[in-house]
């Protein structure tokens, strides 16, 4: 009797043991004290060896899951400073986007009423001109339809007294350089400069539209210095001071200059 009692005593112990070794597994895999279990436990209505082998996968999952990354933290917050500082440089330079943005299109307003208030001088100007030149006619500039008017072409009419109204370049030679003349002085007269060189305008002019040049010149004189490059005699003898170019030596060029004066021009005249 004595030995069955030791026996049972042992048994009870190993069953003891085991019981407390179950015990810590499951509270070390599954945080779940078996002697205080809680009431939300699921029932598990599968076959041991069905769980068994979702048990199997699962702890293959989380191997190849891997380690725990210690620096995880300080690496995330490395990064997302950074991230944050890129963030700020990113608004800052659409913010730069957006202001330059709008004085773009503030100096792009400025710059169409300025265009428009200019052309709408030219045009003026330009129609005075051309009458003085053709003594009589029609002329006029024109923006083409629907555009803006900072990239929109510019249309120049023309049409001399008599005839009808064409293209600028349907016209002779000589009314070809009169509208240049006419257009250079209208764009001058809004901003007049202090002196103004003029290359072989009156080339191409015959002599009548040669005193109308010169008319134009005279008009103009009073408040610029007009430079006049031309080989025209009727230009020249309108002229206040000549200065010519010549070759006394044969490859030595020599400048003369000549002042005219009032009495050369009455007699000129």
Partial sequence: ILNSKHLMTVEQTRSDEKKRAIREKIYNSYEIDLEFPPEDIPVIDKEDADVMESIKVLKERLRRVGEVNIGAVEEFERENSELTELISQRDDLQSAVNDL??????????????????????????????????????????????????????????????????GVTLLSGGERALVSISLLFALYLVKPSAYCILDELDAPLDDANVDRFISILKKYSEKTQLIVITHNKLTMEAADVLYGVTQIESGISTIASVKLGEDYHLRAA
Avoid: H, M
């Avoid at 400025?110 to 330009?126: C, G, H, I, P």
């Fill in 101 to 166: 943005e709008i004085a773009i299109k503030r100096l792009n307003k400025e710059a169409r009423n300025k265009f428009l208030k200019t052309f709408k001088a030219v045009q003026q100007n330009y129609r005075e001109l051309f009458s003085a030149l053709f003594e009589g006619g029609e002329a006029f500039l024109t923006l083409e339809d629907n555009a803006d008017p900072l990239t929109a072409e510019i249309q120049i009419n023309a049409r001399p007294a008599g005839k009808k109204i064409r």
